[in-house]
Nanobody
Framework: QVQLVESGGGLVQAGGSLRLSCAAS????????MGWYRQAPGKQRQWVAT???????NYATSVKGRFTITRDNAKRTVYLQMNSLEPEDTAVYYC????????WGQGTQVTVSS
């Protein structure tokens, strides 16, 4: 059974940092390109970052230079290190396979106070 379990969210002041984790199971993680997405209240889910199976990365313009996506294939986990957080980063964060999208997990709430 495919599972994507996000964790690590919380409440942080502007300028602070958080590290999100996404544990994946039920599909061949190491050969999948993985991505982080976010959905702010009243808005559509948007793409944040991608890490390919070979480790190359891409970022949305709004987070480039502040966020870093990494993966640990042995742990079947993808991470999102978020630094210099801004109130505009407040959202529920999700991960998913880019290569073959699965059902969404529950996400993890990130709230950045000004």
């Amino acid at each position: 059974q495919v599972q994507l379990v996000e964790s690590g969210g919380g409440l942080v002041q502007a300028g602070g940092s958080l590290r999100l984790s996404c544990a994946a199971s039920g599909f061949p993680f190491s050969v999948n390109n993985m991505g982080w997405y976010r959905q702010a209240p009243g808005k559509q889910r948007q793409w944040v970052a991608t890490i390919s199976a070979d480790g190359s990365t891409n970022y949305a313009t709004s987070v480039k230079g502040r966020f870093t996506i990494t993966r640990d294939n042995a742990k079947r986990t993808v991470y999102l290190q978020m630094n210099s957080l801004e109130p505009e980063d407040t959202a529920v964060y999700y991960c998913n396979s880019i290569s073959a999208p699965r059902s969404w997990g529950q996400g993890t709430q990130v709230t950045v106070s000004s």
